[in-house]
């Protein structure tokens, strides 16, 4: 279900700006860098989850430096890097 969820979010952000800020601005961005954060050696959060998660987070930042702040803010810089290296 989370996979599925992070998806529909990352759909509704590729395309359009209206759609990226209300994802923003109801907190979406945060929900899904937790997801995206929740990796780790026990692999708490499957890979197909996380990387639905890091899709939507990089179609939410498209074009938009307020999300992208946003997902400064929320930690999401050093979950991507976790992802992108294998360590997280």
């Known amino acids: 279900m989370q996979?599925?969820?992070?998806?529909?979010?990352?759909?509704l952000c590729a395309e359009d700006a209206k759609n990226r800020d209300c994802v923003r601005e109801c907190g979406g961005a945060a929900a899904l860098?937790?997801?995206l954060a929740r990796g780790g050696p026990a692999?708490?959060?499957?890979t197909a989850v996380r990387?639905?998660?890091a899709i939507?987070?990089?179609?939410?930042c498209n074009e938009s430096s307020e999300n992208q702040d946003s997902v400064r803010e929320c930690g999401g810089v050093p979950s991507y890097?976790?992802?992108?290296?294998?360590?997280?």
């Open 56 to 60: 939507a987070l990089a179609n939410l």
């Open 33 to 35: 860098v937790r997801l």
């Open 3 to 11: 996979r599925r969820a992070a998806a529909a979010l990352g759909n």
């Open 43 to 46: 692999a708490a959060m499957p």
């Open 51 to 53: 990387e639905a998660a």
């Open 81 to 88: 890097i976790g992802l992108g290296l294998g360590l997280g």
